[in-house]
C-alpha cells in the first residue's frame, strides 16, 4: 500500500571510477545535491551537509564508504535536525559494472515507516507549516511536467 | 525544486502494523464496520481492535460515526493517496540527483 522503501537507479555511459568521483567527490557533490552547496566527509561517522536555499540544511552521518562499490549515509527529514531514530533514513547508492564503460548507478532510501512524531515537531516549528503541502504540491507540479504528454 | 517537504509520518507509522494494514483492508472491503464485527474476521481481539482503531484515527486513515451504542468506522482515502504523492516526491526528486550525477560522470 505505502512502502518502506524507494529504489531508482540510472545507467551511465562512464566506468564506475568516473560515477564514484562525481558521486562522492566535494567538487562535484554541491552540483547535484542540494542547490545551495553540499559536504561530506569520506569515512564512516562522517559528517553529510546538503543546503538548500529555501528548505535549509538537511543533515546525515556516512554509514557506508566501499570505493568504486557502496556510499551510504543517514539522513534527517527534517531540515536542520540531526539524524536519530525517529527522523532518518538510510540512503545507499551501489555502482555495478555494466560491459566494458557503463555503470549502473542505483539508489534506496529506506525506513519511512520507521519515520515517528516528525509531524508533531513540525508543528512546533514557527516557519514550517509553509513547506509541508506546498513542498508537496510543487513536486507533484514538477513530476507531471515532466512526463511526457 | 522543493526538496524537503516534511514526511508525512503519522501516516506511514500507522501503516507500519500489520495488523492495521489487515484491518484497513477488511474495513475497505465492507464500506463501513464496528469494532466487533472487524474483529470477528481478524485473528484479534475486539480490545487490540479498538486500540489499531484509535492509531488510525488519529492518523487521519479510518472515520468514524455513532450508531446507537456502537461506532462505525470507514476508511479516508486522501491520506493514503497524499501519502503515495509524498513518496512520489522523494522518488522524483532521486530521478533529478541520478540524472545530474550521470551528465557529470558522462562529461568531458
Redesign the interface.
Known sequence: ????S?E???L???PVE??W???TQAE?LG?????AGAEVELEVGGAVVCR?R???T?LGVVERIEPNRVFAFRWS???DEPPRPGNETLVTFTLVPEGASA?R?R?V?TG????????EE?RRHVD?NT??????L???Q??LA?QPA | ?????????????A??DPTR?AL?DALAARGEATATSVARELPVSRQAVVKHLGVLDRAGLVVGRRDGREVRYRVRAEP?R??????????????R??????R???EE
Open positions: 500500500m505505502v512502502p518502506d524507494i531508482r537507479d540510472v551511465i555511459e562512464a568516473r560515477v568521483a562525481a558521486l562535484h552540483r547535484w545535491f542540494g542547490d538548500w529555501e528548505h535549509g538537511a527529514l527534517l531540515s555503470t548507478l539508489v532510501e519511512f515507516r520507521s519515520l515517528r512524531g516528525t509531524e513540525r514550517a513547506s509541508g503541502w506546498k513542498g508537496e510543487t513536486e507533484l514538477g513530476y515532466s | 525544486v522543493a526538496t524537503v517537504s516534511h514526511p508525512p509520518d503519522a501516516v506511514l507509522s501503516l507500519s494494514r484497513l493514503i497524499s501519502t503515495a504523492r509524498w513518496l512520489q516526491g522523494v522518488a522524483t526528486e532521486w530521478d540527483r541520478l540524472l545530474a550525477i550521470k557529470i560522470a558522462e
